[in-house]
């Protein structure tokens, strides 16, 4: 019964969540110069720079903001689609 029990929590909880994480990572790792982005805090930007761990937006106003990585939620639109 205890078997069954944890292959139902792994089914339902972890594995999407791994799925899901993993999806993360990969957006993150795409990132490009030029994509649309919206950071954790809700940022909405332009990516201006690049490097291994930091991201610098462009806002509309101007201004350049470093962020790391990590901080960026989702991509609205690929550099390429423009």
Request: proline fraction near 1%; include cysteine; hydrophobic fraction near 40%.
């Amino acid at each position: 019964m205890l078997i069954v029990m944890f292959a139902i929590f792994y089914f339902l909880l972890i594995r999407p969540q791994q799925k899901q994480q993993k999806k993360i990572r990969q957006m993150q790792a795409s990132l490009e110069k030029g994509d649309k982005v919206v950071t954790i805090g809700g940022l909405h930007g332009y990516i201006d720079a690049l490097d291994e761990g930091t991201v610098v937006i462009k806002c509309g106003d101007g201004s350049r903001l470093t962020y790391e990585r990590g901080a960026i939620r989702d991509v609205i639109e690929k550099a390429n689609e423009n």
